[in-house]
């Protein structure tokens, strides 16, 4: 009798004041057309089938989700009842500072989504340009708390819901609406000729499955399992596909990193349409073993770097830490790859570079915009005339319009070798220490788990034959990247 006592304590204590047929999780649905709306009497959209789909996963661990009630509730509603636990479980929520310590959020995200605009059809450059603009907002949401000051002059007028707000824009009370890309992408696909974008570079964040603080981790745990395998599979995918949302929603394990061409860590292949180099190369790899796929974006240096200050993307590479950039970046523990700054110069060119000290001040020196350079070059007496980057630098050097350029050894050597000057260029001897280059990512809920998971995965990596592969590819070996 004491051992069937001791292991009814036991499943009580893993599984909490469930049932012993099975866990059963209430939940409600938002009124927040796709991810739930009404089809006559029927409850239908993108988050109503991802909950088919988890209690289909789901069936085998015994754990089902079921409707406290199928009425459309607002957000604020739902995390009430979250909070009380009225519900157990909510699928489709952006993270919350606020909210954080009174409800659990699964980690892994079910989709990622951006903050946009949008106005009347043919409305967009008045919109745009005004300097005074009423921009509608959905009351009590993540989106309403952090909308962009992007109007010299604007009134927020928060609504209970979309159908009020989008009211409100067909009757001209308000400019513009501001929301998800879920919901605003939906009826942008739904009414093509009535609405339009305002095209606007708007943060990236991701909605999440939530949970009451009563449920215990073993669920936590099944669900978050659940949702890996629907990435692995494609669901979530397929379901975005099914709404029409591909322009405007990426599933959760699509990772977006920015970039620019810096052969032979990165760099674009225009004949084969896709990105190489060896830090590209790792980076894919990587996330591809966390579940992850990577989609590689660039942009000019400086707006990398503005877009990733409004956590406009995921990540960014490859770039060394400042005190300015760790004010909206989170980086890794482990570095990606290394490397060294130095001049160049043409040999044609009789400039003395062997030493710092033996370059006139009236020499100018080109840099890239927006890099992060040694104190060594800042403190040199040269001139220095900011260039967009690497290749424009070389070009500059090549036709006398500058003296010097300063760039990470590898991609000087090899963009000399791309313009045909390898044999007339020459370079200075090293005069900092090894430059330390990281994947980083944004400083919010997302890009500090994806900090998180990277480091250990990266570390295990560069320990492969996989990577010492990569590293052969490009012509390169362990010795030339130690840390």
């Known amino acids: 009798m004491k051992v069937k006592m001791s292991i009814l304590f036991l499943f009580l204590l893993i599984f909490g004041t469930y049932s012993i047929f099975g866990i059963t999780l209430y939940t409600y649905p938002q009124n927040a057309i796709p ?11 993108l988050c109503k089938d991802i909950i088919e789909a988890l209690n289909m996963e789901l069936s085998k661990e015994s754990i089902k989700i079921e409707y406290k009630s199928k009425n459309l509730s607002t957000i604020s509603e739902i995390f009430n009842a979250l909070e009380k636990n009225e519900i157990d479980i909510f699928i489709g929520a952006a993270y919350s500072e606020d909210r954080k310590d009174k ?25 745009q340009f005004s300097s005074l603009a009423r921009i509608g907002v959905i009351g009590s949401t993540v989106t309403s708390q952090s909308m962009p000051n992007i109007f010299s002059k604007s009134e927020i007028i928060a609504f209970k819901n ?12 308000i400019d513009a609406l501001f929301y998800s890309s879920i919901v605003l992408g939906y009826i942008l696909s739904q009414n093509p000729n009535k609405y339009e974008k305002l095209n606007l570079v708007d943060e990236k964040y991701y909605h999440y499955i939530v ?12 669900i978050e399992e659940a949702i890996k395998s629907f990435h692995k599979k494609g669901t979530i995918a397929s379901l975005i596909n099914k709404y029409k949302l591909q322009d405007y929603v990426l599933p959760g394990n699509v990772v977006e990193i920015l970039t620019v061409d810096w052969k032979p860590y990165e760099w674009y292949d225009e004949k084969e349409k896709i990105w190489k180099g060896f830090d590209v190369d790792t980076v894919t790899k990587v996330f591809e073993k966390l579940g992850y796929k990577v989609v590689f974006r660039t942009l000019p240096w400086e707006r990398c770097l503005d877009a990733m200050s409004n956590s406009a993307y995921d990540g ?13 970046l989170v980086f890794p523990d482990e570095p990606l790859s290394t490397g060294y700054d130095l001049l160049f110069k043409m040999k044609s060119k009789n400039i003395d570079i062997s030493t710092l000290e033996n370059i006139p001040s009236n020499v100018t020196c080109g840099y890239s915009s927006g890099y992060a350079y040694g104190d060594w070059f800042w403190n040199a007496k ?18 006398g319009r500058i003296d010097l350029f300063v760039c990470n050894l590898l991609v000087g050597k090899s963009i000399a070798k791309d313009l045909g000057i390898e044999n007339d260029v020459e370079y200075s001897k090293i005069f900092s220490e090894k430059m330390i280059y990281y994947v980083a990512f944004s400083k919010n809920f997302h890009g500090t ?26 012509g390169l070996t362990l010795k030339d990247l130690q840390f």
């Open 316 to 328: 960014i590479m490859s770039l060394r830490i400042n005190d300015e950039r760790k004010t909206y």
């Open 162 to 173: 979309i159908e009020e707000a989008l009211k409100a824009l067909d009757e001209n009370k």
């Open 103 to 127: 409800v659990q959020y699964v980690k892994t995200p079910l989709y990622g989504l951006r903050e946009m605009f949008i106005v009347r059809k043919g409305k967009s450059d008045i919109v």
């Open 35 to 45: 991810k739930y709306f009404k089809l006559g009497n029927t409850l239908t959209g």
């Open 449 to 474: 788990y994806l900090s998180e998971i990277f480091t250990p995965e990266l570390q295990k990596f560069k320990k492969s034959s996989d990577y010492e592969n990569i590293l052969k590819k490009y």
């Open 382 to 399: 040269f001139r220095k005339e900011p260039v967009v980057d690497d290749v424009t630098g070389f070009e500059l050097l090549k036709n």
């Open 211 to 222: 949970l009451s603080k009563k449920v215990n981790n073993y669920v936590s745990q099944k």
